[in-house]
């Protein structure tokens, strides 16, 4: 079955520089949530996306945009990266809200030098 | 939000029965749990959901209680491969997030 797909895998950036990050949600899924996880820390909401509008926000940083394109595919845009957001990167999706399972991609590592 | 509370790790050997207790008093009506099982460097995996009594599927069974303030994970004959950590959640049918604690680190030793 096909599932969430995230790009790049790995990705390598200087401070002060831009990132994006793509997300593919599973087929005919209209929900996407990304969430960041550094080393050794437990994953963190940053932001998501039903049928192309914000829904929820979390703990993003104003330096972080993100939204969900009309064949439900989402950017997560970092500018003016800090070496702090060095994490891994996932993205999840869904049908519809909460209730509903959420299927996780396998991430994209983000490293900050 | 209601908060989940699991222990921080648990112990077990090959072939036994793994139960994970998590603790969410303030659970509202329309609140699901949900466990994941997340290896290193890997996406989170669903394992199971429910909203009460029992359910089971074929990796786990999730047993809630009349009051739904507490939710077991068990896990029948555990392998070296169930080495993970398992997160319990509150996924609420209007929301659009699920909100991570801090999940139990289950080792499973030879």
């Known amino acids: 079955a096909a599932g969430v797909i995230q790009s790049p895998r790995h990705l390598i950036k200087e401070k002060r520089e831009t990132a994006t990050l793509k997300c593919y949600p599973i087929?005919?899924?209209?929900?996407v949530y990304w969430y960041q996880q550094g080393p050794g820390q437990d994953p963190q909401f940053l932001i998501s996306?039903?049928?192309?509008?914000?829904?929820d926000k979390g703990s993003i940083p104003d330096r972080f945009s993100a939204q969900q394109f009309s064949d439900y595919h989402s950017e997560l845009n970092m500018s003016s990266l800090e070496l702090g957001d060095s994490a891994l990167y996932f993205c999840?999706?869904?049908?519809?809200?909460?209730?509903?399972?959420?299927?996780f991609g396998e991430g994209s590592w983000l490293t900050v030098v | 939000l209601a908060k989940t509370t699991q222990p921080i790790s648990m112990d077990s050997y090959e072939g036994q029965e793994v139960n994970i207790t998590c603790s969410h008093n303030n659970i509202a009506t329309n609140d699901y749990i949900t466990w994941y099982q997340q290896f290193p460097s890997q996406g989170p995996r669903f394992i199971i959901q429910g909203y009460k009594t029992k359910v089971t599927n074929e990796v786990a069974s999730l047993f809630i209680p009349a009051d739904r303030k507490s939710s077991t994970l068990s896990l029948p004959r555990v392998s070296l491969s169930d080495t993970a950590v398992y997160y319990c959640l509150l996924d609420v049918d209007s929301s659009y997030k699920l909100i991570f604690g801090s999940g139990t680190r289950l080792l499973v030793r030879p």
């Open positions: 087929p005919r899924h209209d929900t």
């Open positions: 999840a999706s869904s049908l519809g809200q909460g209730g509903n399972t959420i299927y």
């Open positions: 996306f039903y049928e192309k509008m914000q829904s």
